[in-house]
């Protein structure tokens, strides 16, 4: 049997539903726009029922179709997402302060939830002249590999933790958190302190700092991140002003410690294998 009859078979066995969630699925964070022969390629499917697929999508609204014959995701998914109770109802609570967040720290701002080993961001304002990061509303990357991620992922229950960690875990930078011993190091420190304080994980140049929120029987439900230029900016400037945001959008959430007082974070940047001490914390 020739190539082109395997995956002709292979395609025949699929169901309707499943030849389009093939199609959809071909599209992420490093393949935001593809040809029809790239899309049928990676989906597995025939040309011929790649491109009727892609035109009944492309009429629903599910994906467009750019000049250069390329396409990539339309609003009609955007608009679907939307309505996801995780995100949306989130997002809309969070939205407000996470403007004023944004306007106090001058700073990209970032809401992320878990989804499998993965945060997606659900919120990303981004401010002006500041550092350039590659994430954006709807992005999805590794829990290890981003400050909300790791927050996420401190908060986990331990047999995920151990589940991601013996996972093939994969290196943004010289500096991104890869070792599974020194991962639960760090996400004990998280834990204790409630802060998450990276250097150069997913980017180089840049610090990231995330908080956890809280949703209804105090379970981290979704986290909030803030990146800068490294150096820019003292960790302890940002982390009162994000703890608040924090507080404030679990206790929209019903969280119900979001009314206690809140506890003074002690925390350390990592960067590469060695903890900073913050400066005038004792070593």
């Not at 790649?50 to 009429?59: Q, V």
């Not at 995701?73 to 309505?83: D, S």
């Not at 080993?117 to 829990?143: C, F, K, M, N």
């Not at 800068?228 to 302890?236: E, I, L, R, T, W």
């Amino acid at each position: 049997m020739t190539v082109l009859a395997d995956r002709s078979a292979e395609s025949h066995r699929l169901t309707s539903a499943q030849r389009v969630l093939s199609i959809l699925g071909v599209f992420d964070a490093e393949n935001l726009a593809l040809s029809l022969s790239e899309i049928s390629r990676r989906s597995g499917l025939t040309l011929s029922t790649t491109h009727r697929l892609l035109n009944e999508l492309r009429c629903w609204g599910a994906l467009i179709r750019h000049s250069d014959g390329k396409y990539s995701i339309g609003l009609r998914i955007l608009e679907l997402g939307t309505l996801a109770p995780q995100g949306g109802r989130l997002r809309e609570i969070a939205l407000p302060y996470l403007h004023d967040l944004q306007h106090a720290l001058r700073a990209n701002i970032h809401l992320g939830v878990p989804d499998g080993h993965d945060v997606i961001y659900v919120e990303s304002l981004r401010a002006r002249d500041t550092v350039p990061v590659p994430s954006r509303q709807g992005g999805r990357w590794p829990l290890h590999a981003t400050g909300t991620g790791l927050v996420l992922l401190a908060y986990a229950p331990q047999e995920f933790q151990e589940e991601l960690l013996a996972s093939e875990l994969r290196s943004y930078t010289a500096k991104t958190l890869t070792d599974p011993d020194e991962l639960r190091r760090f996400l004990a420190e998280v834990r204790r302190s409630g802060v998450a304080v990276v250097e150069s994980q997913l980017t180089y140049g840049v610090m990231a700092v995330a908080v956890p929120i809280r949703g209804p029987r105090d379970k981290v439900v979704a986290a909030v991140g803030v990146t800068v230029p490294s150096g820019s900016a003292s960790p302890h400037a940002l982390i009162p002003a994000m703890t608040t945001t924090a507080r404030s959008i679990s206790r929209a959430l019903g969280a119900p410690s979001a009314g206690a007082a809140a506890p003074r974070p002690h925390w350390r940047v990592h960067e590469a294998t060695r903890p900073l001490t913050p400066p005038g914390a004792r070593r």
